[in-house]
């Protein structure tokens, strides 16, 4: 091979950019360097990979488009054999590209980058936010080595290993009538104004809820943040239903209370997911050991609602004459 895997990274930066003075801006280095790395590419190949276009930057051919995604999959795998590699003297040492589940970041994402940074402080983390079908395609493209994110949004050939699994529960305005319940069921929520998380397999979950109990949720607004979401609930617009219940959910400081629901609901498996090629990487095996403990520590306990069995034995509900 003539040339070398810093040309290599030189020419995917161009491709990224767009503009080899982005590039080189990225790099930190020369645009001569970039361009250098962009025509020993194109006479080893024999076929022009760039187009320069006045005014728009560089423009990849139908080949450099080709060979740009054979560049960025060779330099993914060699990122990940120099980390084997440097792990090999001791613990798990690189770059770990990391996605996470927007709704849920603030709430899990501390304890396991907290855990992280004790256990393997070589590892530098790269995050990244998204809902889940956008994570989903990360992990299929390798652009991220794990994800943190609901299981049902994967497909069936991602690696998985759960964290912890998440019963919906509803938000309620302090003033709604059944603010003084100790549980909700869905039949007595279905005609209320409903405040529902407008983000890809976020909305076909929580009213796909209803509609296998042949119920239709009243919606009255949309948003795609979780914390607009609670605010609106506080402000009287509606409830809600979400799957994770952070500490200053049930302080009720918050202008809502939260309430478990009653039923057989699906329940969502959450944990990290990671594609199969990369299940013998040093950093994806860190984390999995992270992973290990906090759930044989139930780190993560804190976050989830208990169930109506659960709040029956709390407050001497009777569920076996509780109509669902």
């Given at each position: 091979?003539?040339?070398?895997?810093?040309?290599?990274?030189?020419?995917?930066?161009?491709?990224?950019?767009?503009?080899?003075?982005?590039?080189?801006e990225e790099m930190n280095i020369s645009q001569s360097s970039i361009t250098a790395a962009i025509d020993?590419?194109?006479?080893?190949?024999?076929?022009?990979?760039?187009?320069?276009?006045?005014?728009?930057?560089?423009?990849?051919?139908?080949?450099?488009?080709?060979?740009?995604?054979?560049v960025a999959s060779f330099l993914e795998q060699a990122r990940l054999f120099e980390s084997d590699l440097m792990s090999l003297t001791g613990d798990p040492t690189g770059t770990l590209r990391m996605a996470c589940y927007a709704p849920t970041a603030p709430y899990v994402l501390p304890p396991i980058l907290k855990r992280i940074a004790q256990s393997y402080p070589d590892i530098r983390i790269d995050l990244t936010e998204g809902d889940m079908i956008s994570i989903d395609e990360l992990l299929k493209s390798g652009a991220v080595d794990v994800a943190l994110t609901?299981?049902?949004?994967?497909?069936?050939?991602?690696?998985?290993?759960?964290?912890?699994?998440?019963?919906?529960?509803?938000?309620?305005?302090?003033?709604?009538?059944?603010?003084?319940?100790e549980t909700v069921t869905l039949a007595q929520l279905?005609?209320?104004?409903m405040i529902v998380l407008d983000l890809p397999g976020a909305?076909?979950?929580?009213?796909?809820?209803f509609e296998a109990r042949g119920l239709s949720a009243n919606v009255v607004h949309r948003t795609k943040s979780s914390s607009v979401l609670r605010g609106l609930v506080s402000a009287q617009f509606g409830y809600s239903i979400l799957n994770i219940c952070g500490p200053s959910d049930r302080d009720g400081s918050a202008g809502y209370v939260v309430r478990p629901l009653v039923g057989m609901l699906e329940s969502p498996v959450f944990g990290v997911a990671y594609a199969a090629p990369l299940q013998n990487s040093a950093i994806v095996r860190a984390v999995l050991r992270t992973r290990d403990e906090l759930v044989a520590e139930g780190a993560m306990d804190h976050l989830l609602m208990p169930t109506v069995e659960e709040t029956a034995l709390n407050v001497g509900i009777d569920t076996e004459n509780t109509v669902f």
């Open positions: 091979m003539r040339f070398t895997i810093k040309q290599m990274r030189y020419f995917d930066a161009a491709l990224r950019n767009g503009s080899i003075a982005r590039a080189a020993l590419i194109e006479q080893t190949i024999g076929v022009e990979l760039f187009r320069r276009v006045p005014a728009k930057g560089i423009l990849p051919t139908p080949t450099g488009a080709q060979v740009g995604q054979r609901y299981r049902f949004a994967l497909p069936h050939d991602r690696f998985f290993a759960p964290l912890f699994k998440a019963q919906p529960w509803a938000i309620l305005p302090e003033n709604s009538p059944l603010a003084q319940a279905a005609p209320l104004p909305t076909e979950y929580f009213l796909g809820l």
